[in-house]
């Protein structure tokens, strides 16, 4: 208990004084927030329309005292209650596919790097091979069969990033096997599982955080690419990529809203992302450990 008290104070003390890692912290707690309680913040329905007031600017007021504070969209909805909306698929997508992509690159770098032989050259050729592809092609080709959905989407991003992972693990892996703690779990009788598990894998987690955190940003901004070519979730669902997509057909001079907030919403979680890995990378390196 008190290393992890030590260990939470070094961590704060170093974000302070790094000030950017702190604000993109508080960034992105704004938009979990935005995430988790989205539904009971908008005002509106995202998918409600009012033709009446479509494409009203920002502080209009609707009937009824309504008030859309970030104005509406080509078809009368919402700006800001979408914008909501689209920051829990933005994260849910992003978090889900590193879980899916972090366990198949991390269970297959584990395996590789501990037996190798062909087992390894079998599992570093199908990472050559998926790597050949361009992954924005390799996306939309197995989206456009399986067809738009949450599910799919999450799946077919998830496994893109997993030789990433991959070959991360597999180096650090190779490099920790013949270690002395290593050895001597196997002569305590520890099972291959274990080995491989209990001991190797918990040695590994820091650069696999660090990678996560970057990856996370990657998985966001590949969301809203597919979802701006029309691959994405289903139109029914907000998304800030295909409210991107919906702001095409106005001239952005007068109608600028409709790009910039879901623009900007974007660019600020994928930077807070990046910074906070950054950070993390730095604050993980055990040689400056000692410091601060």
């Not at 919402?78 to 920051?87: K, P, Q």
């Not at 079998?122 to 050559?128: A, K, S």
């Not at 092609?137 to 399986?146: D, E, H, P, Q, R």
């Not at 966001?220 to 979730?233: D, K, P, Q, R, W």
């Amino acid at each position: 208990m008190n290393y992890r008290r030590r260990e939470f104070r070094r961590a704060w003390r170093s974000m302070v004084a790094a000030k950017w890692p702190l604000l993109a912290l508080l960034i992105l707690v704004c938009v979990i927030f935005a995430a988790l309680f989205g539904p009971q913040i908008a005002p509106l329905d995202p998918n409600r329309q009012n033709i009446m007031l479509r494409l009203a600017g920002p502080l209009t007021e609707g009937r009824g005292k309504t008030l859309f504070l970030l104005g509406t969209d080509g078809l009368g909805r919402d700006v800001f209650s979408r914008l909501l909306y689209g920051a829990r698929v933005s994260l849910l997508v992003g978090i889900s596919a590193i879980l899916v992509g972090g366990t198949i690159g991390v269970v297959a770098g584990l395996v590789s790097g501990y037996f190798g032989g062909w087992i390894d050259d079998v599992i570093m050729r199908l990472g050559d091979i998926q790597l050949a592809f361009p992954f924005i092609l390799f996306a939309i080709m197995f989206l456009v069969i399986l067809g738009p959905g949450l599910a799919n989407i999450i799946l077919v991003l998830g496994v893109g990033q997993w030789v990433t992972y991959a070959r991360i693990v597999r180096a650090q892996t190779l490099s920790l096997r013949e270690k002395e703690y290593v050895e001597a779990a196997r002569a305590l009788g520890d099972s291959t599982v274990s080995v491989i598990f209990r001991t190797i894998l918990p040695n590994i987690m820091a650069p696999l955080t660090v990678i996560a955190s970057f990856n996370v940003a990657s998985v966001i901004l590949s969301e809203a690419s597919l979802s701006f070519l029309g691959l994405g979730v289903p139109p029914s669902v907000p998304t800030w990529g295909s409210m991107l997509a919906e702001s095409r057909d106005q001239l952005l001079a007068n109608k600028w809203w409709l790009a910039f907030y879901p623009g900007i919403a974007i660019v600020m979680t994928v930077l807070s992302f990046n910074i906070l890995g950054d950070w993390l990378r730095d604050f993980l390196d055990p040689r400056l450990k000692t410091l601060g």
